[in-house]
């Protein structure tokens, strides 16, 4: 049996434990082990295994991900996401549909600050969604702007997400952060330009609500100051060279903390419930990250990556295929794992088997970067069986047929955003590369 054969049945295999929702990390660890005890022998297998949780761990980058995940859970605990809606429905809730684009833009801001997708979707669903359903928005409505906007999360930084696939790929966390800002926005105002139309043709499913006057909607905006303030500070620092990666996560982590005093949001039962969520999500990624990369350990010993990137590259050049043909069917890949697995597990076994496709094809990894992010994202929310969609309905009770049915206009916006960022690369490029030209 061939290395290449070897590492095909690890991956089939690897594919079946995940679709019985097995865990991913251990999943993966135990996967590979057998694979690469095929391969090279007990000694050197146990090598891997036991030098590898620790080298890729005990590392300067990685420490960024518990500092961002701490400073999400600071601000999420002292009820930061509440007043984010309050503060956008003051400014939004008087129009047609307002509150759902409040909703969005809610989501859009809460991101910025948590950076996952299904937190972002849970917490605004229990504040948004009955907010919508008492001033007489449908019920389609209410639990959809609910259901994508949480999608948000991923892709605004910071972004766990993001943070794992420059750990695999070994590409700028920095970079990639940059790469995921304007695009994020334009998915933001893509969402909001779906309710509005969606509102003008049907005007009972968003109607207007209580119109606030400018007193209100300014002194609302003290609420929204502290969101603002952080991410300015930890997107400006890290656009402008002050500090890295690493660095900001300590930064937005302190100044979350000093926030949430000075606004008397913080006390022992905060702290205490802040860093207990941010150590149990951290040990869950890090397991995660420790089973990813003994996997991507195996690939390379079973040549299965590099002789599939060959076989796609030789097929697309043998038919003339368009490279943008190949990220459509990429996609299309992306959308049937999205049907059975979490973000996270479709991330880690994808990154080592498509992305050297990818860049073989002259594309940016950076680039690839978001594009992956959204591809996860459009899978987790797409009919009959996107993950987001059985997650939300058991959260805030809605029938998945209602999920079914007022899903596909945000779907429609994803196609676009997808579409408009497949031709017009900059979008999510500008940004990092003016970083690399200074």
Request: aromatic share 10%; hydrophobic share 55%.
């Amino acid at each position: 049996m061939t290395a290449e054969m070897v590492g095909l049945i690890g991956l089939i295999v690897l594919l079946l434990i995940m679709f019985c929702r097995f865990w991913v990390g251990p999943s993966m660890i135990l996967v590979s082990f057998i694979g690469s005890l095929i391969l090279t022998g007990w000694d050197s297998t146990t090598q891997i295994i036991g030098s590898v949780p620790y080298s890729q761990t005990a590392n300067y980058t990685i420490a960024c991900m518990p500092l961002f995940i701490l400073m999400g859970t600071i601000l999420s605990h002292s009820q930061i996401g509440a007043d984010l809606y309050v503060a956008v429905r003051k400014w939004m809730g008087h129009i047609r549909g307002g509150l759902a684009i409040a909703t969005i833009g809610a989501c859009g801001l809460f991101a910025a600050i948590c950076g996952e997708s299904s937190a972002t979707a849970i917490t605004m669903g229990k504040i948004a969604f009955p907010e919508m359903r008492k001033y007489g928005y449908s019920l389609s409505l209410s639990s959809c702007s609910v259901v994508c906007g949480g999608t948000i999360g991923i892709l605004i930084p910071p972004s766990v997400i993001l943070i794992i696939y420059g750990m695999l790929t070994e590409e700028s966390i920095t970079h990639l952060f940059m790469a995921g800002v304007i695009p994020g926005i334009l998915q933001v105002i893509l969402y909001m330009i779906v309710i509005y139309i969606m509102c003008r043709l049907k005007p009972d499913i968003g109607p207007a609500g209580p119109k606030e006057n400018a007193r209100e909607k300014i002194r609302s905006l003290k609420i929204v100051w502290p969101v603002v303030a952080v991410f300015i500070f930890v997107i400006g620092g890290l656009y402008g060279g002050l500090f890295t990666a690493t660095e900001a996560g300590a930064m937005g982590a302190s100044a979350a903390l000093i926030i949430t005093i000075i606004m008397r949001r913080m006390n022992k039962t905060v702290f205490s419930e802040s860093v207990k969520d941010a150590l149990q999500s951290t040990a869950m990624v890090f397991l995660l990250l420790i089973g990813a990369y003994i996997f991507m350990r195996f690939m390379a010993l079973s040549n299965l990556p590099p002789m599939i990137s060959e076989t796609v590259i030789n097929f697309q050049q043998a038919h003339h295929l368009s490279p943008v043909l190949i990220i459509i069917l990429i996609m299309f890949v992306y959308t049937i794992l999205g049907c059975f697995l979490d973000s996270m597990a479709v991330l880690l076994l994808t990154v080592p088997i498509i992305t050297p496709i990818v860049v073989a094809m002259g594309y940016d990894q950076v680039w690839w970067g978001i594009m992956m992010v959204r591809f996860i994202e459009m899978s987790m929310i797409t009919p009959p069986f996107g993950l987001n969609l059985f997650i939300m309905t058991k959260a805030i009770n809605t029938p998945l047929s209602v999920l079914y049915k007022g899903v596909w206009p945000f779907l429609i916006a994803d196609v676009v955003h997808v579409a408009l960022l497949i031709a017009f690369p900059e979008i999510a490029l500008w940004l990092p590369n003016s970083m690399k030209a200074t």
